[in-house]
């Protein structure tokens, strides 16, 4: 049976089933069912007389007009007029048998399409064609195998049978995004690049959030679509017969003579390199296989394998790596292409680590112009081998070869996610030990290329595992705050920044580690907080705030030493981040160490420099503040010190703030409470701004 006639009886056996239910509906004791099933009956009816014919034509049924018993089924009376009871039953039977041969046709085809899987993985497309087209034979609406098989159809080239599968997943589940991804993909190979923008719009439609996916499919389609482009202008110039069209065809047949001497060749690549002046340039090379000549060179893969001992194997080398870089910069489809040769990957991460420094500037130079957009570090982190490449990078560092262009490839990798989730498992011996050894030396290093390693590792921080791992090292730890000390009142502050902001992201991480170092940390920070540079104020106050709160000793050593006085003058100057760190530090000192109170209530007078901030609209600021002034009401007098200011204005307005505000609240009604409570006197403006149903709300939202 042909898809269409299998459609017909689909539809049929449902209209069956439909019918089957409505009988007994009718058949039922209750009369409300009944009404209600003469209705559905109408509505059903109408229905049918509505939907578009069979397709079949021919009305081939026959009526016996003389049945014997011969033709009637087995095990059933023949009745010249069947009772409903009976034809319930006959339908209820039929429904059934119906049902296990589904779920025997789904067995197989699960089975057969379990088999086209396994297929598919080994890369033997046709034998998965086929297991998928057999259970398709089996059970015709299963999205699955037209999915399946529309990639395997792509695979094998087969693109218009790909879109058709497709199509037919999508009548099984119009919402299949599998189904418009093969054939985005299909229309695409086509060329027909309106189509392929319609399949992957087409998802985020249904799915917002695949937004970076459908990006990504997107931005494939500009690619090929400029490159055909390209193609297309590119022979035009070959077909006029251009000079310029015609010297590139020209060079890479001269170059693709065999057993030439290393000068030969080197001269052949340099006016190669002169000759592509523009993006047609670049095209004509690719169509002309150029990156099969050049790559398919025995004598040039010497060269760039560094094998050679030829006088002239080094100018070679890089003439050939100047004309990659001359081919492929700007261009994507080169830029791919170049990465699709296995040669090419290794040597482009071997080149990085050459004894010859003209030859490492020019891979890096290279590998730099990739690095520059997110095509060309995507073909990188897809192409090459990452561990062993940044290992070469970071040794480059340490010997302080090319930092700067270095550190530039390294910074543009950082950022992305798929380099750090590959970065992971060798994150310490490529990155953290090179760090620390950095550190340990800071004296002789040079402080702007540390800054930029540091900055690197911090934005590759930003991954959880990898965070884990450098703030879980003793060695770092160690190294780190040998280096602040170091750092203090020298040549090498500029280190400071960047080393504190890593420090505090680590530090966010509770560890045993972080903890055994917090007192040393601690003591470094508080002898910042008097740096002349703001920026390292504040970030010396933000480790504080991370640290202070997992280590009571680390806190009671900061108290002893002066911690609330600095804090305090920091707060009274403000700025966003400093009054967040600082207040938070204040805050967890006060909660531990009555000293801290009475220290903060003789420096600042009725805790003016508290009520300031509760006057803000920093709900960090605010809740801290709030919880810090509960504290410092512990001390004698403190309370009675507030009589006449707007404390209990303040307070009674965060209470009764936005309920998102949870903890600003909180903090503010609990102080305020306590206000009451140890000053009475309190009650009277708190009676006087009508705040006493305001603390009861708040005290059941506490409770």
């Known amino acids: 049976m042909n898809l269409p006639d299998n459609d017909d009886l689909e539809r049929f056996l449902r209209d069956v089933d439909q019918m089957s239910e409505l009988v007994k509906q009718l058949n039922s004791s209750d009369v409300s069912c009944q009404e209600k099933a003469i209705v559905m009956a109408d509505q059903f009816i109408s229905s049918l007389e509505q939907k578009e014919p069979r397709k079949t034509k021919i009305n081939k049924t026959v009526i016996n007009k003389t049945p014997s018993s011969d033709n009637r089924p087995l095990n059933v009376l023949y009745e010249s007029s069947q009772n409903p009871e009976n034809f319930l039953r006959i339908l209820e039977k039929d429904a059934e048998e119906r049902r296990q041969r589904r779920k025997m046709k789904e067995e197989k085809a699960n089975a057969l399409r379990q088999q086209g899987n396994e297929a598919f993985t080994q890369g033997d497309y046709e034998t998965a064609v086929r297991f998928y087209t057999e259970g398709l034979d089996q059970l015709r609406d299963m999205q699955a195998l037209y999915t399946n098989r529309a990639q395997a159809f792509i695979k094998l080239g087969r693109y ?213 957009t997110q095509h060309g570090r995507d073909v990188l982190i897809d192409n090459l081998n990452l561990t062993q490449m940044a290992e070469n990078l970071m040794s480059c560092v340490c010997r302080d ?32 030990l090179p760090l620390e050894h950095l550190l340990s030396n800071i004296m002789t290093a040079d402080h702007k290329t540390l800054a930029s390693v540091i900055s690197v590792i911090g934005t590759m921080a930003l991954d959880d595992v990898i965070s884990k791992k450098l703030a879980g090292r003793n060695e770092f730890w160690r190294c780190s705050l040998q280096a602040m000390e170091q750092c203090v009142g020298c040549e090498c502050r500029s280190v400071l920044y960047p080393l504190l902001g890593l420090m505090i992201n680590l530090a966010s991480n509770p560890s045993q580690v972080v903890q055994e170092h917090a007192v040393l940390a601690s003591s470094r920070c508080l002898d910042l907080l008097s740096d002349s540079s703001g920026g390292v104020i ?120 936005d309920a998102k505000r949870a903890a600003v609240r909180q903090n503010a009604a609990i102080t305020l409470g306590k206000l009451c409570k140890i000053e009475p006197r309190h009650m009277e403006k708190l009676r006087e701004l009508h705040g006493l149903e305001i603390l009861h709300s708040c005290v059941r939202l506490i409770t």
């Not at 670049?282 to 002309?288: G, K, P």
């Not at 070679?316 to 990659?324: A, G, N, Q």
């Not at 996610?417 to 953290?432: G, L, M, P």
């Not at 640290?547 to 609330?564: F, H, K, Y």
């Open 401 to 432: 070869t090319s930092s700067a262009l270095v550190l530039t490839v390294l910074e543009n990798l950082a950022a992305e996610n798929k380099f750090k989730i590959q970065s992971r498992e060798n994150f310490t011996a490529v990155f953290a």
């Open 538 to 657: 504040t970030r010396a106050a933000g480790l504080l705030s991370v640290l202070l709160p997992m280590s009571s000793d680390a806190t009671q050593e900061v108290v002893r030493n002066g911690i609330v006085k600095k804090l305090l003058k920091i707060l009274k100057v403000g700025g966003e981040m400093s009054s967040r760190y600082s207040i938070k530090a204040l805050t967890v000192c006060t909660a531990s160490i009555p000293q801290a109170c009475e220290e903060l209530v003789k420096l600042d007078k009725r805790l003016r420099t508290l009520r300031k901030l509760l006057g803000g609209i920093d709900k960090l600021v605010v809740g801290n503040a709030a919880l810090c002034m509960g504290h410092c009401l512990e001390v004698d007098g403190a309370a009675g010190g507030l009589l006449g200011t707007d404390c209990v204005q303040l307070l009674l307005h965060h209470a009764s703030g």
């Open 160 to 372: 218009k049978e790909a879109i058709s599968d497709c199509e037919w997943a999508l009548r099984c589940n119009e919402k299949c995004i599998k189904a418009y991804v093969h054939m985005g993909k299909s229309h695409l190979a086509l060329k027909d690049f309106k189509q392929s923008r319609i399949c992957y719009r087409k998802i985020l439609e249904m799915e917002p959030q695949r937004e970076t996916m459908v990006k990504a499919y997107l931005r494939q389609v500009d690619l090929e679509e400029k490159a055909s482009l390209q193609e297309k202008t590119a022979w035009e110039e070959l077909q006029e017969g251009t000079e310029q069209a015609m010297a590139v065809p020209e060079l890479l047949k001269k170059l693709d003579r065999p057993n030439e001497i290393n000068l030969y060749y080197c001269g052949g690549l340099e006016l190669l390199s002169q000759a592509i002046k523009d993006c047609t340039g670049q095209t004509l090379f690719r169509l002309n296989n150029g990156f099969s000549i050049i790559n398919g060179n025995n004598t040039v893969r010497s060269c760039l394998s560094q094998n050679s001992k030829d006088p002239y194997a080094v100018d070679l080398c890089m003439s050939v790596v100047k004309l990659w870089r001359t081919v492929c910069s700007g261009n994507e489809q080169n830029q791919q292409l170049l990465m699709e040769c296995l040669g090419t990957r290794q040597h482009m991460v071997q080149l990085l680590a050459s004894p010859v420094r003209e030859i490492q500037r020019e891979s890096l130079e290279l590998l730099g112009m990739y690095s520059q």
